[in-house]
């Protein structure tokens, strides 16, 4: 039988309402970034969680039924994922800008020409991360040590807090490309079983905090490990050298990008650069013995 062009008769068939012919406006899609001062890369995570949070506590109030209460909660569970990997992006873009080290371990990394055009000077490194889905399995540890240096193996809180963020994912990935079904390989990964048929995703305001706590803890974890990891490497390249003013100085600088104002104000943490030099100071002089 010859190949021929549809029959018109064909075309007219019909099994649900026609599809809307309007045309969007994408432009209306888009507006100014967020006004406002530059704050570390966990600040910024914090705010989000903010808003989660006095989202779920709207949301927990109103007089909707659990359908509605679970949708909700399922998008919430991805406003923090989502906001998980802008802090990750951010993290390796803030490091690439302060840090030499990390600077000269990206040097050879491409970027796309387009970037170069789209992002500021100062925000140019966010183009080293955004062809990188965090939610894939294995790619926070591959871009912790490929673009950062950090190696994840045999730091165990930071391991689980990985692992775990790692699972809710495939809550995620559920959310996103199947309304809430699981597939076997989801289910597989979260419950170890690829007998649970039928599973879908089920999210209520109460059981958000379990899932939300999964991303608070993978941001404290890898900004901890950040400051650990950099101050380290600086005194084992001589980028710290034991000069006090020049120490105090970079410290300054660092504690300025990677450290949480707001876990500061709440009394969560006591940021003291003058602590912090004297105790890099202490392990120059220790290490240089």
Partial sequence: MSKQNRHRDINGLNCCAPARTDVVDWSGFLGPSAAGGKSSPIDGFYDSQTLLIRAAAAIDQADFDADINGLIAGQLFLGYVSATELYLRQTVATLVTICPVTRRMNSDQTVAFGAVDFYSRGDLAM????????????????????????????????????????????????????????????????????????SQARFDIAGLDDAASVSVNLVREVNLEVLRHVVWTWIQTGELDGDRRSTRRKVSRLLAAVASARDAAQGLVAIDEAAVTDTVMAVIGATHK
């Fill in 127 to 198: 183009a080293l991360t955004e062809q990188i889905s965090f939610t894939e399995a294995g790619k926070i540890r591959n871009q912790l040590k490929t673009r950062l240096g950090i190696e994840v193996q045999g730091k165990d809180s930071l391991e689980r807090a990985i692992s775990d963020f790692e699972t809710v994912c495939h809550l995620r990935h559920a959310l996103v490309h199947s309304h809430g079904r699981m597939n076997s390989r989801n289910a597989a990964q979260f419950l170890a079983t690829t007998t649970a048929r039928d």
